[in-house]
């Protein structure tokens, strides 16, 4: 019986608790807290110049050095530099750039010269614009109302037969299909006049 009346007790002072809650949140109402907006920019200063310099050398193989690279910054976006490498006709190349708010400049030392035309080149380039020249030549007399007969290829003797054989084969195929439809034609229309036509009543 005590047990009985104790969980009584603590379900009744529950409800009771749960109901004072719910009674509160009723009748609270929102509040409403206006904050003044006010335009207040914070700034941040930049960090002072962080200028650096570097230096490299490096290689494939112990105690041989086969390109460096050194770089230095005075910390307001200026870097300059050069770096050496070697190329495949194992000579030392060295670039020597400066790089800014502006772009990059490289400056290649050594540059490699040009090839020249050998004489079979030079020959071959004459005579390719040679033909150029001709070939524009004809096309403007073409325009300018001066043309020439196209010259067409001959048929062969084996074309010219191939030809005739197969102009043959074709005619006759054609009078073949010809005499199959004009068949199909005299039997539908016999069909047509020996059958009974089905009328609705």
């Given amino acids: 019986m005590i047990k009985r009346s104790l969980v009584f007790l603590v379900v009744a002072l529950f409800g009771a608790s749960c109901n004072a809650v719910r009674r509160d949140v009723v009748r609270q109402r929102p509040q409403v807290v206006v904050v003044e907006e006010y335009d207040e920019q914070l700034t941040t200063l930049p960090p002072p110049p962080r200028p650096y310099a570097f ?24 870097v300059r530099g ?37 004489e079979a080149v030079a020959l071959a380039q004459q005579k390719h614009f040679a033909l150029y020249a001709k ?7 073409a325009h300018s109302g001066l043309t ?48 009974v036509k089905y009328e609705e009543h």
């Fill in 55 to 78: 230096q490299y050398s490096a290689g494939r193989s112990p105690g041989h050095v086969d390109r460096t690279h050194s770089e230095v910054s005075d910390g307001s976006g200026v």
């Fill in 82 to 118: 050069s770096f050496s490498y070697v190329d495949p006709r194992n000579q030392v190349r060295t670039v020597e750039y400066t790089a800014d708010s502006h772009g990059f400049y490289p400056v290649l030392s050594h540059l490699p010269k040009s090839p020249q035309q050998t």
């Fill in 135 to 141: 070939i524009a030549q004809e096309h403007a007399n």
């Fill in 148 to 195: 020439t007969e196209p010259k067409l290829p001959k048929d062969t003797v084996a074309v010219a037969k191939a030809k005739d054989r197969h102009l043959s084969l074709y005619e006759k195929i054609a009078q073949e299909h010809a005499r199959i439809g004009a068949e199909q034609e005299a039997q539908r229309l016999a069909f047509e006049a020996t059958s």
